[in-house]
T-cell receptor, first 113, second 116 residues
């Protein structure tokens, strides 16, 4: 199976909160990341969390980490149409001395009025 | 704008051909990563270079090769192209890439390769 798993789609109404979930497999991952991909663009780092943290808040974004269950979530408060994009969860995986981000397949967030 | 430049943006070629994708990292970044994004495989790590040397290898086919030049730009060479190689190829860069755990990658906009 895949190292990082995410649901493929999430549809929310503008103004509601969005919660995107992710599970990962590498228990030695030190950092976990959320990236955003808008149409026609590359991935952009949104936020990250260190593995000894449970929660990180950054304006409208809240990241929750359950290390025991290897579960990561991204909550977007007051979701706007401009938040429509694909959101990727990633774990830093050790490879030949480097930590290579391993990405999930991405969750397409659709925000409708 | 991430500061990572990829050229060309689009590339259309035929099976059996060879192409070169180019990437210029952000100013000051020493590490370059190549990823392949396709509908069936998702975002797959191909290879990483740090300051001119290969650092880590992922799911890169033997038909594919890469290098990083002294000015730190990188090229990904794809040869004997097959229909299944059609994908979006991303380059990313980071400051370090020598085993630092917090690798924040900055991505280019990608090269869309279509093999007909």
């Amino acid at each position: 199976g895949e190292d990082v798993e995410q649901s493929l789609f999430l549809s929310v109404r503008e103004g509601d909160s969005s919660v995107i979930n992710c599970t990962y497999t590498d228990s030695s991952s030190t950092y976990l990341y959320w990236y955003k991909q808008e149409p026609g663009a590359g991935l952009q780092l949104l936020t990250y969390i260190f593995s000894n943290m449970d929660m990180k808040q950054d304006q409208r974004l809240t990241v929750l980490l359950n290390k025991k269950d290897k579960h990561l979530s991204l909550r977007i408060a007051d979701t706007q149409t401009g938040d429509s994009a694909i959101y990727f969860c990633a774990e830093g995986t050790s490879s030949g001395g480097s930590y290579i981000p391993t990405f999930g397949r991405g969750t397409s967030l659709i925000v409708h009025p | 704008d991430s500061g990572v430049t990829q050229t060309p943006k689009h590339l259309i070629t035929a099976t059996g051909q060879r192409v070169t994708l180019r990437c210029s990292p952000r100013s000051g970044d020493l590490s370059v990563y190549w990823y392949q994004q396709s509908l069936d495989q998702g975002l797959q790590f191909l290879i990483q270079y740090y300051n001119g040397e290969e650092r880590a290898k992922g799911n890169i086919l033997e038909r594919f090769s890469a290098q990083q030049f002294p000015d730190l730009h990188s090229e990904l060479n794809l040869s004997s192209l097959e229909l299944g190689d059609s994908a979006l190829y991303f380059c990313a860069s980071s400051v370090e890439g020598r085993g630092q755990t917090n690798e924040k990658l900055f991505f280019g906009s990608g090269t869309q390769l279509s093999v007909l």
